[in-house]
Structure formats: C-alpha cells, structure tokens
C-alpha cells in the first residue's frame, strides 16, 4: 500500500480552482479543487494552497503506507464595498460587498446595517460575487455601521454617514472684514462668509455678496453643509461701508446679513487727535473739567491718563464722529490731587484698537481753603497776646476774619502776611477763630484754643524725709505738678495702655550738683484738660500732664556717698511759669546684720546632717557678695541655698552639712561680705547628743494577756500593726498598738459585793494588755530613751470604774513580769506610779479609792508633725541595775474594767480601749541644760526631739545662773 494525502482546497463558500504544492515541490493545479499526492516519503511535509495569490501552509507528518485526508481552507476577505468606508451619502442607498470566493447561490454570508436607534431591517441578495443589502427604511440622519459575516468569521465592520434633504435655511456663521473693523487701505479688500446648513441640502449660486448695495463677483466653496462665500471689493473712500450677504440652497431658502466697516485713507496706521481744549482750574467737589477735542475717524474709547497715577485712567467713551467731548469731576478713584498744575494725556483708541499719538493738557487743581501759618501756641503766660503769621493759597487769598470768645482782639491782613492781638483780663482758656477765604471762594475757619496760665508749678518731695538718715540705695521720690497749663501735652488712648510721653518740659534735676535729669523714672501719672473741661479719656484723647511722681534710684549710679545731701528740682510749665524746689537729706552705710533662724541634727552615726538657717540684711544697698561658714574651725566649701525676701536687701541662707558630730559643744561662725565689700561675722554654736535609733520594722509581740481575776470573763481585742507611712520625719515609721476589753453577760452578776482578793481590782473585774517588744541592741553609754507619739485614743462607756495605761518596760534578757503568780502583785497601774522611774508615760481612768486621778501625761513636748498630727515627746530614764549592752524596750496597752454592785443592767456594749501610734524610738547618751566651753558659759535649753539637737546660746557666766531641774 502506498502513502498519499489527498483533500480539497476552499473557503466558506465550497471548492476554489487554484494550485496545491507538496513541499514546494510537486504542484498540482485543480480546477474542483480536489488533489492527491501519492507515493510520498514517510516524515514531515508541507502543504501550500495558492487560490489568486492568497495561499495556506498546512504541515503534516505521514508514516509508511498511510493514507491522509486534509482540507485546505483559504480565508475569506472583502474586495470592494459600498458605500466606501467614512463616505457620506445624500440619498437613499444599499450596501454592498465583495468577497473573496463568493457565488450566487452560496449560503452562510451576512450583511447587518446598524444606526444609532439600532439594527436597519432589510433584504440580502446577489449581484453576481457582490452580496447586497436592501433597507426597509431609512429613518434617521447620522453615523451607519455595516458588518459583513460568513460562516464562523466576521469579515469586516466599517462606517459612513447618510443626511436626508431638510425644510432648513442656511446659516451665516461669521463675516470677515468683520462688523464695525476698520481697513486702513484705499485698495480692494477680500470679503469672506461662512455658511453653515443641513448637508444634504446644498447651496444655490444664487448666494452673493454686496458692496454698499451693489453685487460682487461671488465665488463658493464647500460641501455638505460648510460653505464659504468670497468676493473682492472695489476701491473705496474714507468712510463708513454697508456689506450685505445673501445665502440660498438648492431648494430656495435663504439668509442674509448686513454689516459696516470703516476704511481709513491718508492717516497711516493709527487715528489722529487735535485741537485739545479743557478748563483751566478746577475745584474738584464744586466743579468739573470740561474737555473737547477733534479726531478723524470713530473710536472705540478715548482715555485719559493723569500724570503720577499709572494705575488710573478715565474713559470719555466711543465716539463715532469727528469730535470728542467729555469732562472729569475732579477725583482719581476716591482721591484728589493735590493742590496745583496737574498734566495728563489724552489717546485714542479706533474701530480696530489702533493708538492715535497722545495729546497732552494741563489743569490747575484748588481744593482747600487758603493755608494759616503761625506758630499759635496753646498755653500763654501772658494776658496779652500777639500773633503773627503768612497765609498762602494756590489761586490766591481774599480775606481774613478773626473773632474770639472773650477779651478784645484786632487783626490785619497785608498780602500774605497777617497778625491778631487779643486782650484778655484773667487766666482762664479763650477761643479764637480765623476765617480765610481764596479768590476761587474756597474758605474755611480754624479754631484755636488759648489757655492764659500765670502761677507757677508745683514742687513737693516724698522720699526721703527733710533732714533724714537714709541707706545709700535709698530711691529719691518726688512730685510735680500744675494744673492750669499742664507740664506736657500728648494723646491718650480710651481703655488701653498707651498715654503720652512723661517727660515734662524745661525740667531740671541736680544731685550734689551733678545733673541727674535724664535718670530718673516717672510713675504715677495724672492728666487734665482745662482747655476743653471733659474728664481726659476718650479715643485719641489729648490731654495735659497735671502731675507725675518722679523717682531716682541711686543703686543704678553707683549708691549715695555718706554724709548730706543736695536735691535741686527746676521745672516750668507748658504755658512757660517756672518754680524751684530744694531736699537736704543724709546717707550712711553699715556692715550687713546676721541673725540665727534655726539648727537641726538629723541621722545618726555617720549619717548624721546639720542643718543652719541664718536671716541676714545688707546695709550697704550693694546685695549680697560672699558667704564663709566655719564650723569647730573648719572652713565648710559649700554654696548655700538662699531665699531673697521680698525686701531686696534681706535674705535667708541655709546650709545642709553632714558628717559624723561628736557628743558636746561645737562652735559656728558665719561671715558674710555685701556687694560692696562690707562684712560682719556671727559667732554661734551647738552641743549634739548622741542618739541611738531603735528599728521599728522588726518587732515581736511577746504576748497579749487577758488575765481574768475573778468568776467574770468578757471579750478581749488586741492590735499591733507597723506602719512605714508616718509623716513625722522622712523616712520615719511608727507602730500601732490597740488594746480592748468589754464588760462580762448581766446574767454573771449573780450576787452583790463580790471583792476580788487582787488589791489593784478591790471590786471584781478585769484585766488586759497588747505587748510589743523591740529586738535587742547595744545601749551602752546611753541613759534615756526618747519617743514620739500620737492618735492617743481612750474610749468606754462604763461611766466610773475603769482604767487605760501606756507603759515602757526595758528587758535586758532576764523577761519581765507584768503580775506575780498569786495574782497579788501586779505591775500595772497603781504600782508601777510608785517606782523610780515609773514605767507609766499615759494614763486615764475612773478610780476614785486611788491616790491619784484622771489624766496622766509625761509628755516633755509637742509638734505639728509633716502628717498634720500633733506629736507628743516622752524621756524616760533607763533604771539602774540594767544590762544596757543587750536592751530591748517593751511597749505595753493596757485596759482595766471594775463591775459594782450597784449596776443593775449591764451588756457587752460597755467597752474600755484604748490605742497609740509611737514612732521615732532612740537611746539618748545624755540630757544637759548647761556647760563651760573655755570661760564662757552656755545655756542648752532642754528641747526634746528625735534628732536630741540642741541649740547653743550665749549666756551669763556659771556663777551668775541659777541651775534648772530635769
């Protein structure tokens, strides 16, 4: 079996006679378009169709003794069309392709035709290869589209345009010369008219142009609907020219416009302006400007420009004749010139905006009344007055009236030059009035007043006294004043802070001699106004200085020497008064004064801080300078802090030195040098003791007993709490004790006057406490402890019979005993009175069989600590016999209850209580209230607190003082 291929070469429409190659190499030609290759190599082929020059590549792969059947289909595509794409069509139309392969009878191709409303119906048939579409109808004007398909392919889409014939008229769009322009030639000029109409309706030769009446030779050009008219005038003269323009369609109708232009001979380019004239002076606001002038030819504006004003211009308006008239009132904008010539120009503007040469007028500007000048002062020190002066005016002055509001007043006038004398016969303020008037009748009238002063200013000294001692900053204050005239004029301003300048006029100030006028500093302002007599306030109020104070300070000028001194005040008033004043006063300079304020230790050991407060005052008025402190000899380098007060010359100064103070006196100097060199030293000093802090934040409650005595029991309630927020001192804390105990069940009072064997409760009853107990530490050398307390509380509600304590206790290891084991010998309440020293340091109770009553308080001392609480200081002597190397001190809270016979109800709400807070426990070495350093005796006061810091002061000699106790 051989190989072959074989197949069939077409397109959409059947079978193409043409040419099928194999390889480029065999051709066969077919004219049904069948063909067949037979005996062919086995591999890869190709296939080449050729139908009128269009051709169709096919590769293939054939094995040995197969047999292939392949088609070869050439595209289709259009030849021609109808209409040609983006043609336009005036009347009713098919549409029409050529295909490529086409036949009558073939089946498959496809002519659509579309609009803007849409698909266009219509019939589709054959003209030999050309495939027509008929449309039913034709509706709208506008873009078609029409498409050409075939079977599977669209062949191709394109557009044209179709207008039907309309009743419209044509339309002129545009002339050219345009209407009102100006030809500026004597030759022929080109007309040109744009007409636009529906583009199927067309356009007559009929359509012409007109030249003043008579037709032109019209050519047109255009298409479908933009049509143009053109035609060349003849020659013609200077002047104005009626064109006319008629359009007419293939159907009749028709439009037509007329219009002017201008045609300009013998002037060149621009227009041409002559024989100017305007009036010569003006007052702008009374009278006008009137202006004429002739031009050749119309215009389309005619401006005048005012010399110094660019950014004005006047607009005398268009005028199509041969004279231009206008006038000006006087004002650029909002303003008026200024008095005298004033220059302008005038230009024109034509038809086409040509610019005629600018023609150049001037007139005189006279607005204002004529000028008064003369130095017419406001104050007088006379009462008769003489003014003399010049008036000057642009046209000229008339006449001069001057009247006045009393006295008698003459007044002359000679060209320029005038004078007034006016007569009065006492001090007070007169109105004088000056009428001018100009030869054009500008006038006005100025009114002046005149205030007539004849005293003298005031002169009066504040600061210092007459014949006083001052410091040598001392500021120098005086007063000056005049009421009438006033010491300077200026303007003020209502509710704010401006005022005139302060200085007064023609004053003088001499220190000593020496002339100090331009240092001193004004204050205290008062103003007038006499010559109006309204109270001096208002916008832009001017007013009069009746008085000011005046103050020198000295300080700025290097201070006031010792010894006396000379003040000399000169000054003089607005109206020209003048008055002298003389202060004779003494200055003296000291060294600087320093006292103690106060001292505080704080810390202990090595941390131990000494704080110094020292109030000061300079005498010298030159500031603080240097400070030195010296301490048991040693020189401290330290800055201190200081607080000015709020006089400048006195201060606080305060130090903060730490280091480790021995026990006993030490010794304080403070020497402090002024600004200006002067010094003075303060010798003081302490005696520290020596204190042993006990820590708070590591207690043990070494019990809380609630003995009973008798058959009766009730509830007890024990706290012992320590608190670190204390605000006594810094860093400080305290412990907080509360003991409770209320009254037995009624139902236990079963029979009357049971005693109790225990002599401290003789009638029945009980007995509690809460204990504390501090750690144990090495107290040797130490002989009192000091404490601070506070919220001492004691409450009950059993009326009589009851008892709260407070007591210290020192445990040296050995314990304590707060009752003997018979129950007979309690060291609580009475007893503990008894012992030297008590163990007691509160006590409040209700016991009237005891020998001793109501509140009993050890306190030593009290203070308002940083929390607001009031403290309370306790000393208490360590007993004899103790091991004070191994000390612990414990904190007992006691409360005692008594029931009687006589009770006849009773109930658990009849509590006794009671609660502290102590904080700030220390070991004192010794308590002192005297000692000798050297020969010189000092007094400690006793002054009890937790930094155990005693101040040093500078007594009598230790035989002349009488010891005080403990």
Request: charged share 15%.
């Amino acid at each position: 079996m051989s190989t072959s291929v074989s197949g069939t070469l077409k397109c959409w429409a059947g079978p193409l006679a043409g040419t099928v190659s194999l390889d480029d190499t065999i051709y066969v030609s077919t004219q049904d378009g069948n063909f067949e290759f037979i005996d062919i190599t086995p591999g890869w082929h190709w296939l080449r169709g050729s139908v009128n020059g269009n051709e169709k590549v096919v590769s293939l792969f054939i094995a040995n003794g197969q047999h292939l059947e392949i088609d070869i289909s050439i595209p289709t595509y259009l030849i021609d069309r109808s209409p040609l794409p983006d043609s336009m069509v005036i009347s009713p139309f098919d549409v029409g392709a050529l295909l490529f392969g086409a036949r009558p009878g073939a089946t498959g191709a496809v002519i659509k035709l579309y609009s803007r409303e849409g698909e266009v119906p219509g019939t589709a048939s054959w003209d030999g290869p050309w495939l027509i579409f008929t449309p039913d109808y034709l509706r709208v004007d506008g873009q078609y589209t029409a498409e050409v398909c075939v079977p599977g392919e669209l062949i191709e889409r394109w557009n044209f345009t179709y207008y039907m014939i309309t009743d419209n008229p044509p339309v002129i769009k545009s002339v050219s010369p345009g209407n009102g322009t100006v030809q500026r030639t004597s030759s022929p000029v080109d007309v040109t008219v744009i007409i636009h109409n529906d583009p199927a309706n067309g356009l007559s030769d009929a359509s012409k142009i007109y030249l003043d009446g008579e037709p032109l030779q019209t050519s047109i050009s255009g298409v479908y609907g933009n049509w143009q008219l053109e035609a060349t005038t003849t020659a013609m003269s200077h002047g104005w020219h009626a064109l006319r323009a008629v359009a007419i369609d293939n159907q009749g109708l028709e439009c037509s416009m007329n219009w002017n232009i201008f045609v300009s001979t013998g002037t060149g380019e621009k227009p041409y302006i002559y024989n100017l004239q305007v009036t010569p002076a003006i007052s702008p606001g009374r009278q006008v400007m009137y202006i004429t002038a002739s031009v050749n030819e119309p215009l389309n504006s005619a401006i005048i420009r005012f010399d110094g004003y660019p950014n004005y211009t006047l607009n005398l308006g268009p005028f199509t004749g041969t004279l231009i008239t206008g006038y000006w009132n006087g004002y650029i904008g909002t303003q008026i010139p200024p008095e005298g010539p004033l220059s302008f120009t005038l230009t024109g503007y034509g038809l086409d905006n040509a610019v005629s040469d600018p023609v150049t007028g001037t007139v005189l500007i006279d607005t204002r009344a004529p000028d008064l000048i003369a130095d017419i002062r406001e104050a007088w020190n006379t009462q008769s007055i003489e003014i003399h002066g010049s008036i000057n005016d642009t046209a000229g002055v008339a006449d001069l009236v001057a009247t006045s509001s009393g006295g008698t007043i003459q007044s002359w006038l000679s060209g320029n030059s005038f004078g007034v004398t006016l007569t009065v016969n006492q001090d007070g303020v007169y109105t004088l009035q000056m009428n001018t008037t100009d030869v054009l009748g500008n006038s006005a009238v100025r009114t002046y007043k005149l205030l007539v002063d004849t005293e003298a200013p005031a002169v009066n000294f504040n600061l210092p006294a007459p014949d006083s001692t001052v410091r040598p900053g001392q500021t120098v204050t005086f007063t000056i004043s005049d009421w009438a005239s006033g010491l300077a004029r200026g303007y003020l301003m209502y509710h704010s802070f401006r005022m005139p300048d302060p200085d007064p006029w023609n004053m003088e100030i001499l220190l000593d001699g020496e002339n100090i006028t331009e240092r001193v500093i004004y204050t205290d302002r008062r103003y007038t106004d006499v010559i109006s007599g309204n109270t001096p306030y208002g916008y832009n109020y001017l007013a009069s200085l009746a008085s000011i104070q005046v103050s020198y300070n000295p300080s700025d000028y290097g201070f006031l020497n010792d010894g006396q001194h000379t003040l000399t005040v000169s000054v003089g008033d607005r109206a020209g008064n003048n008055a002298k004043g003389t202060l004779t006063f003494s200055s003296m300079t000291l060294p600087p004064d320093i006292s103690e304020e106060s001292m505080e230790m704080m810390g202990s050991g090595d941390n131990e801080t000494l704080k110094l407060s020292f109030n000061l005052q300079e005498n010298s008025d030159g500031g603080f300078g240097e400070f030195e402190l010296i301490i048991d000899g040693v020189k401290i380098n330290q800055t201190p802090t200081i607080y000015m007060d709020i006089l400048p010359y006195m201060c606080n100064v305060r130090y903060t030195v730490t280091g480790n103070y021995q026990e006993g006196p030490h010794t304080i100097s403070l020497t402090v040098i002024d600004g200006r060199g002067f010094s003075n030293t303060l010798h003081t000093g302490f005696y520290h003791i020596e204190t042993l802090q006990m820590p708070l934040d590591n207690l043990a409650s070494s019990g809380l007993y609630r003995p009973d005595f008798t058959e009766y029991s009730g509830s007890h309630i024990h706290a012992a709490v320590y608190n670190s927020s204390t605000g006594f001192r810094e860093g400080a804390g305290s412990i907080y004790g509360y003991c409770a105990i209320d009254g037995p069940d009624s139902s236990l009072l079963s029979k009357y006057n049971v005693r109790s064997g225990n002599y401290i409760l003789p009638m029945g009853g009980q007995l509690a406490f809460t204990i504390i107990e501090t750690p144990f530490v090495d107290a040797m050398g130490y002989d009192f402890l000091s404490l601070w307390m506070t919220d001492i509380t004691v409450n009950n509600l059993v009326r009589w019979g009851w008892g709260a304590s407070i007591l210290i206790y020192f445990n040296d290891g050995r314990g304590i005993k707060l009752f003997d084991e018979n129950l007979k010998a309690v060291e609580a309440f009475s007893e503990p009175t008894n012992r030297d020293p008590t163990p007691v340091i509160y006590a409040h109770h209700e016991a009237p069989w005891l020998t001793w009553s109501g509140i009993l308080d050890n306190s030593r001392g009290s203070v308002i600590g940083a929390d607001g609480r009031l403290w309370k200081n306790y000393v208490v002597r360590i007993p004899d016999g103790i091991d004070r190397s191994h000390l612990s001190v414990v904190f007992v809270w006691e409360t005692n209850n008594w029931f009687q016979n006589t009770l006849k109800k009773w109930n658990a709400n009849y509590v006794v209580s009671i609660s502290s807070r102590i904080s700030n426990v220390a070991f004192v070495k010794s308590l002192i209230e005297y000692t000798d350093p050297d020969d010189r005796s000092v007094e400690v006061p006793t002054e009890y607190t937790i930094r155990a810091h005693f101040k040093v002061r500078w007594t009598l000699k230790a035989s002349q003082r009488t010891p005080s106790k403990l």
